[in-house]
């Protein structure tokens, strides 16, 4: 080992152990067996013109009385020099109030509140439903129809859809209540998702889901994925080979849709619910 340690300044470390095969891991051993522990580092030593412990709180005591207790520091020792007195730099006025956790942003500040990811977990039929209004293309150029979908996660069965030529929380608002009563939905029993979208949100709808004891959830802002089973609905039907580029009217849209929603219900084996139809595991059929 001693060897190598003197050929390694000459020709190098990999050269050094190829020419007496050993080895760098076991010289990377060896070197770190003989290193001795290195002592703890001294404290810093306080600088000399640094504030005692009291001069400290005197500053402190300064900057909370009464005169001083809204002002900012640079406003307390421009006052203090007109009046012949120094304490010390604005920087340690900072850095003793920083130290007491007193220095923030006193404007209004815009805050973002923190919003957590929905959990939807729904044990049976009617518990949780998920509903959203994605647009269809119409007959022209920014033409849309808006069609409005429930959806119960548990069974993936549409229990209620409207197509409509407008969005409008006074027809969402129609569409959950009949829905809820073909469902017989009852207070205390069902949870429905929705993205933030302004119907969703709206105050009409707010106060029908209080009055029928239904409770909300919304996804969180600019997150798509926190309603998946709305958007994966809308993207079997958009991608059905006879779904058109447009309509070119609300009952051409009805029409396709009941077409559409009819087999959704009934035809179609989903891998989520074990490769059944909708139908079948929402009423209750997969259980004879």
């Known amino acids: 080992m ?5 050929l390694t300044p000459e020709v190098g470390l990999q050269p050094a152990c190829e020419a007496m095969g050993i080895p760098r891991s076991t010289v990377y051993r060896h070197r770190k067996k003989g290193k001795e522990p290195q002592p703890e580092p001294s404290p810093r030593p306080s ?23 809204d002002q900012a520091p640079r ?3 421009a006052a203090l020099l007109d009046e012949g007195q120094y304490l010390c730099s604005i920087r340690t006025m900072y850095r003793l109030l920083q130290a007491n956790q007193e220095v923030r942003e006193r404007r209004n500040q815009l805050r973002h509140p923190s919003y957590s990811k929905p959990e939807l977990l729904a044990t049976a039929p009617n518990r949780v439903w998920s509903w959203d209004i994605p647009k269809l293309l119409g007959p022209v150029k920014w033409t849309y129809f808006y069609l409005y979908v429930i959806l119960d996660i548990f069974s993936r069965y549409v229990v209620g859809w409207m197509v409509a030529s407008r969005e409008s929380a006074l027809l969402a608002e129609k569409l959950i209540q009949e829905t809820c009563l073909k469902q017989g939905i009852q207070p205390g029993q069902l949870l429905i998702h929705a993205d933030r979208g302004s119907s969703m949100k709206s105050k009409p709808v707010a106060l029908l889901l209080a009055d029928l004891g239904v409770t909300k959830t919304h996804s969180r802002p600019h997150t798509c994925d926190d309603n998946p089973y709305s958007e994966a609905q809308f993207k079997t039907l958009k991608y059905r080979p006879d779904f058109p580029e447009r309509f070119g009217s609300p009952e051409d849209a009805r029409g396709f849709c009941q077409d559409f929603f009819r087999w959704y219900n009934t035809e179609p084996h989903h891998s989520g619910i074990g490769l059944m139809t909708p139908e079948v595991v929402h009423y209750g059929a997969a259980q004879k």
């Not at 001693?2 to 003197?6: R, S």
């Not at 600088?47 to 709180?57: D, G, H, I, K, V």
């Open 2 to 6: 001693e060897a190598v340690e003197v």
């Open 47 to 69: 600088p000399p013109r640094a504030l005692s412990l009291e001069e400290r709180q005197g500053v402190l005591d300064e900057l909370h009385s009464e005169r001083f207790v």
């Open 75 to 77: 406003e307390v020792y």
